[in-house]
């Protein structure tokens, strides 16, 4: 983030020009970002704390949250090692169709959440291609935390993958190659030399894999079948209390997810705050 | 490198070809019958519609809130800077609730506007509100960067030439951000036309009215009417993959347009 700290007179518009664009710019993010904000916030304490409390601490939003934290703890993991992996093969090693796997990496952004959800219908669903084999062996993938959690994984496996890509792109492999001929193993070269310079940006990775593992609802929507108390995630029952004109309850739970997506926000911010330290120290 | 790919494949190839096989099972008849029903070309038509407005909303204001982010200095422009990024983060069903409430006939916004005869919530208008909501990250963080890596010497120059500010604007620094905006609008546009949490609870979801594809997508399922679903999104995946190949021509081809950056 760089800012002109004194551009010339000559290349600045006049101030009031300048209050105008500030203004529009403001109200423009103020309607579309602060008013649904500040709205979560005062719907879900409308009937009042205890009314907040009890919608939060019900078996079923208890459950909810359960659900989507090991959603998000399987979630997570792996699309770290894919994407440190698939980051470190293109950046780190030569081979042709680079281009074409960098675009597959990316498929998931692209299509649409209930599509992606579909997928694994298609495949594990009661009539699916997998889905009698799996029924002889009294596995549930569909209706079930598997399924919710292949959704995820799909969802959001281009997350990390795209933080890191750029940044060892950037780097080059002179340093590693440098520990390497020093007599480094391949472990030691990746955790004392690699890992170190990538820290910040794998964190940023991992911090916005998280708000949208937790937050994905329609992929998981498709492939959960909304059993309450069993495979409802705190997305989905968001979505029932508010179809069900629980309107307060509603907004006390999405509360809980705005509350994740404000730390996620704080965090990053941080990170970046962090990063811009470290480079202007150089 | 071998994990990578095998992992890819698991995920996202095989599952992936899963629709296309599905949808390949129907007859070129029956596969041209249901997405030739008014009521998918309706649903089509709806999310072309309503994404290319939200993802050109998005490049005017993305534009607009990337300069005065960059270029002006003002209270709180590094709180605003992280909010931008809200709708990365906010779980899209919240979203959904919060803009329905809002612009539903007795909501904090919607009690004004419908008296003026403006009906948002439950319209086609509230689906593009929805859009840009979500698609509003993309624009500015592509253009942002731009904007912060151009030579201050080249306006500078254009000034010293005798260039008014508007003339600066259009021949100088659109050029310059032209391609990013482009890039930006496309992701929104992609992002918006497969978007389904944050629209279902504004839009009304009226068949031929108010359905976008991926609810018409969702109900057929709901009906295990697994082909139509299948030949719908078949359809809805091409035009997403079309998309895809923009994206990254379009990055590709402004990477090599770029200089490259000094170090340090």
Redesign the interface.
Known sequence: ????TS??P????SPWV?RL??G???V??G???????V??FV?AFEEGTAAYWAAVREAEALSAVRLTLSAAAVAVPVNL??GL??AW?IAK?R?SGK?L????????????????G??????FGL???LGPWLAEHDWKVIFALPGIV?AT??VT?PMIARELLPLLQSQGSAEEEAALTLGASGWQTFTRISLPKIRWGLLYGVI?CN??A?????AV??VSGHIRGLTNT???H??IL?NEYA?SA??AV?SL??L???V???V??LIEWRAGLRAAR? | ?G???L??SL??????S??FL?ASTLTWDAFWKIISDPRTLAAYRLSLVASLVAASVNVV?GV??A????????PG??L????????????????G???A??YSGNG??GQYLEPLGIKVAYTPVGIMVAL??IG?PFVVRTVQPVL?GLD?EI??AA??LGAT?GQ?FRRVLLPELAPAAATGFVLAF??A?????SVI?IAGNLPMRSEI???L??IK?EQ?D?AG??AI?SV??LV??A???T??FLT?RYNRMAPAEPA?
């Open positions: 983030m760089s800012s002109n551009p010339l000559a290349t600045t518009e300048r664009l500030i529009v710019a403001l423009f993010l309607l579309f970002l602060v008013v649904p904000l709205l979560v719907k090692l894919f992996a698939a093969a090693f081979f281009n796997l960098i675009t597959m990496i990316d498929v998931p952004f692209s299509v649409s959440p209930v599509i992606a579909m997928m694994f219908v298609l495949l009539h699916g291609w292949l994984i799909f496996s916005l708000a949208r937790m937050g994905e609802f329609g929507s498709v705190l997305p989905l968001v979505e508010y309107f509603a907004f999405a997810l705005t994740l997506a404000l996620t926000l704080a990053k911010s150089r | 490198m994990f990578t790919l992992y890819l995920i996202v190839l095989i599952p992936l899963a629709v599905k204001f607009l809130v300069w005065v982010l960059d270029r002006y200095d003002f422009r590094r605003v800077d992280a909010m931008v990024d809200l709708p990365f983060a906010l779980p899209t069903a919240v979203a609730i919060a803009l409430s809002i904090w916004l840009t909501f509003l912060a201050p306006e500078e000034v010293s500010r600066l992609a992002r036309l497969g978007e389904y949490g609870f594809t991926p609810l997508i969702m399922l295990y697994y679903a299948t999104a809805f995946l997403s993959f998309l895809l190949l994206i990254n590709l340090g």
